[in-house]
């Protein structure tokens, strides 16, 4: 998954052995991308004692060898030329767009390493036209509210920006509690509350969404709030778009204070004001009910809950998406009998 992190090259780390040409590029084809790059090998002895890959990254201004903060959107591992000259490269991989609709700068790296971990960045390249993503987003104002043990979310529009004739994965609405306001990748934290929405085509939107749920957790310490749009893709759940919540949420072991919050869709800036009227305190949080995703826990997480093996657990993640919890019936290893158990644990 795409996270944000600091690129960086050394000044000493220009190698003689491989350097990218003149003609290079990219291609976007869904969740794929295709990196183009012509190869001078000036040095194959070098080059064959070290493995190689090309990577496109997303950055927040060009990329000059100084740090700057980037997302990994590609990576494919590059076969070391035999002999000196000059060598074509093209492959297609899968791709992780930063999520959110902000422009970046991509870059072309060539990196070097050994036992598949590229870090040394060896030559690289800045492409002119900065790049928006096209994905399903958030529009409008979307705002969340906490009470006891209850959870309720608001969303103005969730639109898909692509052609007519793309029809977007399972899309899902995710509410997080993180340690730090939402950036990229997969999110870290505790999951609140999670609807799913179904597939929109391109160039639709749907308007003035809510739901309400029982809170999933609330647990101890002080944690930012984050509203995250997910697609279903090859690669399972991938966040689209996201809103940061400006005020933090805190719960002890006896109370909780959760603020009514409203942001526009997709803003991580402060200034978005959330309403002045608090929910009443949350009970503690021993006291919230256990309920498991089946769209989005990992195997781990199901198989942790009391009664469902590991087997199972696996057979749920290998057959998701699904549109409701009646679907687990018929998923190998899950019975009528052994669903009746197990469905007030589980969620969508």
């Known amino acids: 998954m795409s996270t944000f992190q600091t690129l960086q090259a050394p000044l000493s780390s220009a190698s003689s052995a491989i350097r990218i040409g003149f003609e290079h590029g990219y291609a976007f084809d869904g969740d794929r991308v295709r990196l183009d790059a012509e190869l001078l090998v000036d040095d194959p002895a070098a080059a064959l004692g070290q493995e190689w890959a090309l990577q496109l990254w997303a950055c927040e201004t060009p990329f000059d060898g100084r740090p700057v903060s980037a997302a990994k959107i590609a990576e494919v591992a590059v076969a070391a030329p035999g002999s000196s000259g000059t060598t074509w490269f093209s492959a297609s991989t899968d791709a992780f767009p930063p999520a959110g609709r902000a422009d970046h700068n991509l870059v072309l790296i060539l990196a070097a390493g050994q036992d598949g971990r590229f870090e040394q960045v060896q030559d690289y390249v800045n492409f002119p036209r900065a790049e928006s993503f096209m994905q399903p987003r958030l529009d409008g104002t979307s705002s969340f509210s906490l009470a006891d043990d209850k959870v309720s979310v608001a969303v103005e529009r969730v ?9 977007s994965g399972t899309l899902a609405l995710e509410l ?6 939402y950036q990229a990748g997969e999110p870290e934290g505790r999951q609140l509350a999670t609807t799913t929405l179904g597939s929109l085509a391109g160039q639709q939107a749907w308007q003035d969404l809510a739901f309400n749920q029982a809170l999933a957790a609330h647990p101890a310490g002080t944690w930012y709030i984050a509203l995250l749009l997910r697609e279903w893709s090859a690669n ?7 809103s940061n919540f400006p005020l933090p949420v805190t719960w002890n072991e006896a109370s909780a204070v959760a603020p009514v919050e409203e942001a526009p869709a997709g803003s991580t800036s402060p200034a978005a004001k959330p309403a002045t009227k608090a929910a009443p305190k949350a009970k503690a949080a021993a006291a919230a009910p256990a309920s498991v995703s089946i769209n989005t826990a990992t195997a781990a997480e199901l198989a942790a809950v009391k009664g469902l093996s590991k087997t199972v657990a696996a057979a749920i993640v290998a057959a998701r998406p699904f549109k409701s919890l009646d679907e ?15 469905k007030g644990s589980l969620s969508l």
Not at 176 to 181: F, G, I, Q, V, Y
Not at 236 to 242: E, I, K, L, M, Q
């Open 176 to 181: 997080w509690a993180l340690p730090a306001p």
């Open 159 to 167: 639109s898909n920006p692509r052609t007519p004739d793309n029809l």
């Open 328 to 342: 687990l019936v018929g998923v190998k290893g899950m019975g009528v009998k052994s669903f009746d158990k197990l």
């Open 236 to 242: 399972g759940y991938v966040t689209r778009d996201f």
